[in-house]
């Protein structure tokens, strides 16, 4: 997941380091790290019981996430669901494609240099060969040739990067807008703004605009491809966090491991991609 594009945070010019753009997010931080302390009571080391579920669950700031939760949805009710059913309902099918086409091959990049951090040598040759391809014969993105040609597309991020040298993922979270993490996804994405190739080569030339147009194209594209799981999940469960707390961690386990551990809910998953 892509918590900040490289030109949120700071600007790269002439080899100098400023924080014009970076107070917000700054502010942010110190919010969060204020409110985390309101923490879910530890139940007693006498009620063993208790205490396997709480370490199972692994929420120890439920009541703040529960919050934010709460606050999201009231995001996504009158921001983004409304936005993505009109991007569905108005947008044809292969426009809709093509935003997807164009969005993944500009993450291609990240998904490299993830790849080569994991020593996953071959899916880092077939990444590079699905941006060469689809950047020229698929014009800039817009159409996909790479998977025709047998090379399919994949994704990674710096939180299974970490996954992948053994860190593990700590405590879950739930971030404003963002949603569910955890600790060790939340440290890859803040990560992710120092090396992500194609922000800082935007940065560099002074188009931030189309950073910050390329993260809010995939928070829709991403948003309007999981309408019916998002509303089946909801309909179907007695507590919707809970839901979507086990359903983040089962797809996170799965892309972890690119795909190699089955579960009954995988079919299910709720983001098939890093969500923005």
Same mark, same amino acid.
């Given at each position: 997941?892509?918590?900040?594009?490289? %030109?949120?945070?700071?600007?790269?010019?002439?080899?100098?380091?400023?924080?014009?753009?970076?107070? %917000?997010?700054?502010?942010?931080?110190?919010?969060?790290?204020?409110?985390?302390?309101?923490?879910?009571?530890?139940? %007693?080391?006498?009620? &063993?019981?208790?205490?396997?579920?709480?370490?199972?669950?692994?929420?120890?700031?439920?009541?703040?996430?529960?919050?934010? $939760? *709460? $606050?999201?949805?009231?995001?996504?009710?009158?921001?983004?669901?409304?936005?993505?059913?009109?991007?569905?309902?108005? #947008?044809?099918?292969?426009?809709?494609?093509?935003?997807?086409?164009?969005?993944?091959?500009?993450?291609?990049?990240? =998904? $490299?240099?993830?790849?080569?951090?994991?020593?996953?040598?071959?899916?880092?040759?077939?990444?590079?060969?699905?941006?060469?391809?689809?950047?020229?014969?698929?014009?800039?993105?817009?159409?996909?040739?790479? +998977?025709?040609?047998?090379?399919?597309?994949?994704?990674?991020?710096?939180?299974?990067?970490?996954? *992948?040298?053994?860190?593990?993922?700590?405590?879950?979270?739930?971030? &404003?807008?963002?949603? &569910?993490? #955890?600790?060790?996804?939340?440290?890859?994405?803040?990560?992710?703004?120092?090396?992500? &190739?194609?922000?800082?080569?935007?940065?560099?030339?002074?188009?931030?605009?189309?950073?910050? +147009?390329? =993260? #809010?194209?995939?928070?829709?594209?991403?948003?309007?491809?999981?309408?019916?799981?998002?509303?089946?999940?909801?309909?179907?469960?007695?507590?919707?966090?809970?839901?979507?707390?086990?359903?983040?961690?089962?797809?996170?386990?799965?892309?972890?491991?690119?795909?190699?551990?089955?579960? @009954?809910?995988?079919?299910?998953?709720? $983001?098939? @991609?890093?969500?923005?």
């Amino acid at each position: 997941m892509t918590l900040f594009t490289a %030109p949120s945070l700071l600007s790269i010019r002439k080899g100098r380091f400023s924080l014009k753009g970076a107070v %917000p997010h700054v502010f942010l931080i110190l919010l969060l790290v204020t409110l985390l302390s309101a923490c879910a009571t530890r139940p %007693p080391a006498s009620d &063993p019981e208790a205490v396997q579920i709480y370490e199972e669950i692994n929420d120890p700031f439920e009541p703040f996430n529960r919050a934010v $939760f *709460s $606050f999201n949805r009231t995001i996504d009710a009158y921001l983004l669901e409304p936005a993505a059913r009109v991007y569905r309902k108005y #947008g044809p099918p292969e426009l809709r494609e093509i935003v997807t086409n164009v969005v993944r091959n500009w993450l291609a990049p990240l =998904t $490299f240099v993830n790849d080569l951090l994991q020593g996953e040598l071959n899916r880092a040759a077939v990444t590079l060969k699905r941006f060469a391809t689809n950047t020229t014969v698929g014009l800039l993105g817009i159409m996909d040739p790479a +998977t025709d040609f047998g090379l399919p597309y994949h994704s990674e991020d710096f939180g299974q990067t970490l996954a *992948s040298w053994g860190v593990g993922d700590g405590p879950y979270i739930v971030l &404003p807008i963002l949603g &569910p993490s #955890g600790l060790r996804d939340t440290s890859g994405t803040v990560a992710e703004f120092f090396y992500d &190739p194609v922000g800082l080569y935007l940065e560099h030339e002074g188009w931030t605009y189309v950073s910050y +147009t390329r =993260t #809010g194209l995939r928070g829709l594209a991403s948003r309007e491809r999981n309408l019916e799981t998002l509303d089946e999940l909801e309909k179907s469960s007695v507590d919707f966090y809970a839901t979507l707390r086990s359903a983040y961690r089962q797809n996170r386990a799965f892309e972890i491991s690119n795909g190699r551990i089955s579960t @009954e809910e995988d079919e299910d998953a709720l $983001f098939d @991609e890093p969500m923005d």
